[in-house]
C-alpha cells in the first residue's frame, strides 16, 4: 500500500493527522491513538525509502486496525496499492486525483498543430514537446500530418499570431477542422484564446466583429497589424505566454476543456495576474444564422453541444481575475 502522489503524512492535535499539504485538498483522520498516528505517519515515509516501510511492519497496532484505518484513506481517494510513479508529472496529476497514467497515455496520442513563428511560438512548442504529446507539428509542414507516429491523431490547432488572428491561420485551422486556441501578441500584452471549436458557436469572425464594436477603426487597423513586423516582446512575458498557452492546450486536450470555451487570458506587465474576458457569439456572424437553420430543422441544439444567439448584442468584457 502506498499513498498517491507521494503524499506525506503530517501530525495537527493530539490524536488527528492530515494526508498531503495542500491546503483544502488534504483528508484529516482523528481519534487516533499515538500507535496508530505513528503508522500513518510511516506510510507517508515509505515514498522516501525503505526506513518508514519497516517501521510500519514493526507497528504495534493490530492487524484489524490497520486495516480499518486503510480503508478509511481508501475512501478519501488517497490510498494506493500500486507501483509508484517516479516522474514528477505523474506524481503531481495522480495528487490531482487523476488517474495519471491513463492521462500520460490519452496525450501520447495526440498530435497539436502550431501555425507561428517568433519566441512565444518557439517557447510554447518545446513545452508541448515536453508535456508528452505524441507530435508536434507545424502547419508550414506540408504532409506532417499524414505523417504521424502510429495511433497519433492531430487534436488541437493552435496559431500565435502578432497584433491580430491572422486570416491564414483563421482560414487554415477551419479548413483542419480541428478546434482552434488562438494566441495573439502584442508588444505589451499577450492573449490567450478564447478556444474556438468547429462544434460550438464561436468564431475567430465573432472575435472581429466584437472588436469592431468597441472600436469601429478596428477593421481598418487590423489589415495595418498584418504588415506590422513582429512585435518586440519581453523576455519574462515570452516565458508566462508560453506556459499559459501550454497549459490552455492540455486543459483543451481533456484536462479542463471547458475552462478556455468562451474565455481569454491577457497577459501583461499591467495584468501580470493576467485578465480574464468573456467572450459570446456575435449575433450578427454567420455562424449564429448556421445555428439559427438547424434550430429550423429540429435540431436540438441542447444536445447537439452548440450555444445560442444571446438575446442582445454581446461583446467581450473583462470578467474578472483567474483565482489563486
Not at 249 to 270: H, I
Amino acid at each position: 500500500m502506498r499513498l498517491r502522489g507521494g503524499a506525506s503524512v503530517l501530525r495537527r492535535a493530539d490524536g488527528e493527522v492530515q494526508v498531503g499539504a495542500e491546503p483544502g485538498r488534504a483528508p484529516v483522520l482523528s481519534g487516533l491513538s499515538e500507535e496508530e498516528s505513528a503508522l500513518l505517519v510511516q506510510l507517508g515515509e515509505q515514498a522516501h525509502g525503505p526506513r518508514g516501510l519497516r517501521r510500519a511492519r514493526r507497528s504495534r497496532v493490530g492487524p484489524a486496525r490497520t486495516r480499518e484505518l486503510y480503508a478509511e484513506l481508501s475512501r478519501h481517494g488517497v490510498l494506493a496499492d500500486d507501483v509508484a510513479p517516479t516522474e514528477p508529472d505523474l506524481l503531481h496529476w495522480e495528487a490531482h486525483g487523476v488517474d495519471a497514467r491513463e492521462r500520460a497515455q490519452r496525450l501520447s496520442r495526440c498530435a497539436v498543430l502550431v501555425r507561428g513563428q517568433g519566441p512565444v511560438a518557439s517557447r510554447l512548442t518545446a513545452l508541448l514537446a515536453a508535456a508528452g504529446l505524441g507530435a508536434v507539428r507545424s502547419f508550414g509542414q506540408a504532409g506532417d500530418v499524414g505523417g504521424l507516429p502510429a495511433g497519433v491523431e492531430p487534436a488541437l490547432a493552435v496559431s500565435v499570431d502578432d497584433y491580430t488572428i491572422h486570416p491564414l491561420s483563421a482560414r487554415a485551422v477551419a479548413q483542419s477542422g480541428l478546434g482552434h486556441l488562438p494566441v495573439v501578441v502584442r508588444p505589451l500584452s499577450v492573449r490567450v484564446g478564447p478556444v474556438l471549436e468547429a462544434d460550438r458557436l464561436l468564431c475567430a469572425t465573432c472575435l472581429a466583429l466584437h472588436e469592431t464594436d468597441a472600436d469601429p477603426a478596428w477593421p481598418l487597423l487590423a489589415l495595418q497589424y498584418l504588415l506590422l513586423p513582429a512585435a518586440p516582446v519581453e523576455g519574462l512575458l515570452v516565458e508566462q505566454a508560453a506556459v499559459l498557452a501550454a497549459r490552455a492546450v492540455l486543459d483543451c486536450l481533456g484536462d479542463a476543456p471547458w475552462r478556455w470555451r468562451q474565455t481569454s487570458v491577457e497577459l501583461g506587465v499591467d495584468e501580470p495576474l493576467g485578465l480574464v474576458r468573456r467572450w459570446e457569439p456575435h449575433p450578427q456572424c454567420l455562424c449564429g444564422q448556421v445555428l439559427a437553420g438547424e434550430e429550423d430543422d429540429g435540431t436540438d441544439v441542447r444536445t447537439s453541444g452548440r450555444l445560442r444567439p444571446p438575446s442582445r448584442p454581446p461583446r467581450g468584457r473583462p470578467h474578472g481575475r483567474p483565482r489563486a
